[in-house]
T-cell receptor
């Protein structure tokens, strides 16, 4: 069975601080996908990033960066110089990697990030 | 760019009534997924369809059914509604080829309230 753990229920920082959201996963599959989604107060789920299990290269996109470490089953997300607009619930998710590609996502419980001005 | 379209955005029903939610995937996406998100909860996967065939099944109650039509849109049918069915229902779509392969893009959701 798959499991995603986001131990930080809520994080509050002051604007311009850096913040890291932790994600630890469990799976018996040797190939899988990892994702991060953002859910702002308006409620929609916004795709941020997807990584394949065989690609451990870290990624940077503007103020966002992701650190994937297979050895510790972690896929952490860092926001540099946080802004008030980053306030949202962030979900880490996992899915199997199959040819059909229609496997459902297993989400973590989410981390509520509050950026104070 | 076109996104996933869900209708209606809001729905209010009484207990034991039925509801139908609709989802129109991003053009050229061949896979749709349904999720249920209760208040303060993470989204829970219900069911998915690839090329109009059921592909994966999650925690979908027997009272719920879904299908994908020839134009790739999907409908989630919910019968004998219970108070606990009140939630935000998301549809997502993906495609099985290209660089964005298997990335699930979500619609804005349908908020169902059962009174």
């Amino acid at each position: 069975a798959q499991k995603v753990t986001q131990a930080q229920t809520e994080i509050s920082v002051v604007e311009k601080e850096d913040v890291t959201l932790d994600c630890v996963y469990e799976t018996r599959d040797t190939t899988y996908y990892l994702f991060w989604y953002k859910q702002p107060p308006s409620g929609e789920l916004v795709f941020l990033i997807r990584r394949n299990s065989f690609d451990e290269q870290n990624e940077i996109s503007g103020r966002y960066s992701w650190n994937f470490q297979k050895s510790t089953s972690s896929f952490n997300f860092t926001i540099t110089a946080s802004q008030v607009v980053d306030s949202a619930v962030y979900f880490c998710a996992l899915s199997e990697f199959t040819g059909g590609g229609a496997d459902g996502l297993t989400f973590g419980k989410g981390t509520h990030l509050i950026i104070q001005p | 760019a076109a996104g996933v379209i869900q209708s209606p955005r809001h729905l209010i029903k009484e207990k034991r009534e039925t509801a139908t939610l609709k989802c129109y995937p991003i053009p050229r996406h061949d896979t749709v997924y349904w999720y249920q998100q209760g208040p303060g909860q993470d989204p829970q996967f219900l069911i998915s369809f690839y090329e109009k065939m059921q592909s994966d099944k999650g925690s979908i109650p027997d009272r719920f059914s879904a299908q994908q039509f020839s134009d790739y849109h999907s409908e989630l049918n919910m019968s004998s509604l219970e108070l606990g069915d009140s939630a935000l229902y998301f549809c997502a779509s993906s495609k099985t080829g290209g660089t964005a392969k298997n990335i699930q893009y979500f619609g804005a959701g349908t908020r169902l309230s059962v009174l």
